[in-house]
């Protein structure tokens, strides 16, 4: 069986638990298999990244495509994905397959790896393998190997076209150790000497972006995988005005979340700098910077 800390990330919660489409989810499992390697291999055959979407032929307007990768919960998704299916078995077409970010495929292969009876949970941080000497704002999937007592860390993303594009030469279902690092690991080697600027997505890099992903693997952890353009609390507070007090708290704070952390506490997210209030700042699908209501996300 697994450890007992283990088990609390085998229970479905209000961001995986599937709801009324529990039949359509479990259908899933039933055609691909029970195991980790089968269900990453499921969701890529439903999802398409947003950002590689014209590399698979889709020519979807940027707000409709940011729409279908707002969508926060696996009940979303499932009530988006439904209607494709039964129109089309799966593996859906390019054109049929919801379009999402990496914490979307993350998300999803979560929710099926603990319906299937397997501890899962989502980690936020960088990844190296996306750009030469750069750290990729990226999100992955921790689930846990009972037979080899850890946690295994898995790239649910990856698929042939993307592995063949960026000469991916390992297994996106086992992850070497260091390709990549939760956002605790990544701003400690940056308070180590790493250059920050190393660590983002675009134009978005540097000290601010490392603090937003230590804060949403955090809250990931804890049970609220957020999404990557929400901000709440000290990730609001720019990096030059926080103060001695905050950046001990941080780092304290990253020292608690390395990869395949087997002693975490949710008490964590009781702080006012890192708690989740009932109302958010967050992008919408037009790129506009709003608040947005969380509260029915929080129980």
Same mark, same amino acid.
């Given at each position: 069986?697994?450890? #007992? ?5 085998? &229970?479905l ?10 039949? #359509? ?17 499921a ?13 698979y032929?889709l020519e979807?307007? +940027? ?14 998704? /499932?009530?988006?994905?439904?209607? &494709?299916?039964q129109? +089309? ?5 390019y054109?049929?397959? $919801?379009? @999402? ?12 790896? !603990? ?13 190296d ?5 750069? !750290?990729?704002?990226?999100w ?7 037979? +080899? ?15 063949? #594009? ?10 070497p ?6 956002? @605790?690991?990544?701003w ?5 000497g790493?250059?920050p ?9 540097? /000290?601010d972006? $490392?603090?937003g ?18 901000? /709440? ?8 005005? =926080?103060?001695?007090?905050? =950046? ?8 608690? =979340?390395?990869? @395949?952390? &087997? ?16 109302v958010?700042?967050? =992008?919408?699908?037009?790129g ?12």
């Amino acid at each position: 069986m697994p450890e #007992t800390r283990a088990l609390s990330h085998l &229970r479905l919660d209000r961001f995986t638990e599937p709801g009324e489409f529990e039949p #359509t989810s479990s259908a899933v499992i039933a055609t691909y298999g029970r195991d980790p390697l089968s269900l990453a291999r499921a969701t890529r055959d439903h999802m398409v990244h947003i950002h590689w979407r014209q590399r698979y032929g889709l020519e979807i307007p +940027q707000p409709a495509a940011m729409e279908e990768a707002s969508l926060r919960t696996v009940r979303e998704k /499932w009530a988006r994905l439904l209607p &494709r299916l039964q129109s +089309q078995p799966s593996p859906l077409s390019y054109q049929r397959r $919801l379009l @999402g970010t990496c914490r979307d495929f993350t998300l999803m292969h979560c929710s099926l790896l !603990r319906q299937a009876g397997i501890p899962a949970r989502a980690r936020c941080g960088f990844a190296d393998y996306f750009l030469p000497g750069h !750290r990729e704002d990226h999100w992955i999937t921790e689930w846990f190997d009972a037979a +080899q007592d850890r946690w295994v860390q898995a790239d649910a993303q990856l698929d042939a076209l993307m592995i063949g #594009t960026l000469k991916i030469a390992f297994s996106p279902d086992d992850l070497p150790g260091g390709v990549f690092t939760t956002g @605790g690991e990544a701003w400690l080697r940056c308070r180590a000497g790493d250059d920050p600027e190393r660590y983002g997505i675009f134009d978005m890099k540097g /000290w601010d972006f $490392l603090k937003g992903n230590l804060v949403r693997d955090l809250a990931s952890l804890a049970g609220f995988p957020m999404c990557p353009w929400d901000f /709440w609390g000290i990730m609001l507070q720019p990096f030059a005005s =926080l103060s001695s007090s905050d =950046l001990d708290f941080l780092d304290e704070l990253a020292r608690a =979340l390395p990869a @395949g952390v &087997r002693t975490f506490s949710a008490e964590r997210m009781r702080d006012a700098r890192v708690a989740l209030p009932p109302v958010i700042k967050t =992008l919408s699908p037009q790129g506009a910077f709003i608040d947005l209501d969380i509260s029915a996300l929080l129980g």
